[in-house]
């Protein structure tokens, strides 16, 4: 996962932490300086009272209010069925988002109000950590679908940077129906609805106000950033 070439701990990860660490809704979470590692990077987590900060070094870099909000009731629409004007193959060429990251399994609608897809929820251990309270490959592969509606919808993309409230709870399902539905646009920010259900319809997420920043350039992204054999051993 890289933004601007610069590889970036995506902020699905971000959620899984503050979630598994606290047991808790995030509030709030709001996207400073980041986490940046092109080096051995130093990463700390705390949890202090209602606060979750997470530091890259001595910066700032995420910050969020954790809550007891159970898990909103949500209606989630349905956007048809329409020919689909992208392949997944291409639109992974177009991203930013390494073989591991690319979770998305099919695009299953896409209109001018949202897109839905099947995502992938994958396994912690596939990526050296513990089990994983929901998955972050679930939640990133959820706003890949916001960046595939973008793109085919506006011409361009952008990254996640705020979720005004996360709320999930566990699930064992390999295979996730991700629905996501744009509400409001101002200048280059778009804020909208992220769910996440079971394909038998249970949902387990809900992102509420996550807004994303649109860039109009594109993103160069070095190879050594996404080809694994062009990692370092």
Known sequence: HALFGRPTVPMAMILEWASALSGRTVEDLTLYDGVVVEKPTVVRLRI???RFTVHSGAKLAWRAVLTDE??????VPSFGTAAL?????????????GPTLRGI?????????????VVRRGLGQDWGEAPWALSPLAIDSALQLAAYWSI?????AGFPVRVAR?????????ELVATLWFEEQVGDRFRGTVVLAEPHGRVVAV???????MRSEGVQVPAEHTDFN???E
């Open 105 to 117: 399994v099919q695009v299953v609608s896409l209109s001018d109000r949202g897109v839905s897809g």
């Open 166 to 174: 996360w709320t999930q709870v566990q699930t064992t399902a390999p």
């Open 230 to 232: 062009l990692f370092p």
């Open 207 to 213: 992102g509420e106000g996550v807004e994303a920043e």
């Open 70 to 75: 159970a898990l909103p009731a949500m209606l």
């Open 48 to 50: 202090d009272g209602d």
């Open 152 to 156: 085919n919808k506006l011409g361009r």
């Open 85 to 97: 004007p992208m392949e997944l193959d291409a639109f992974y060429r177009a991203t930013f988002h």
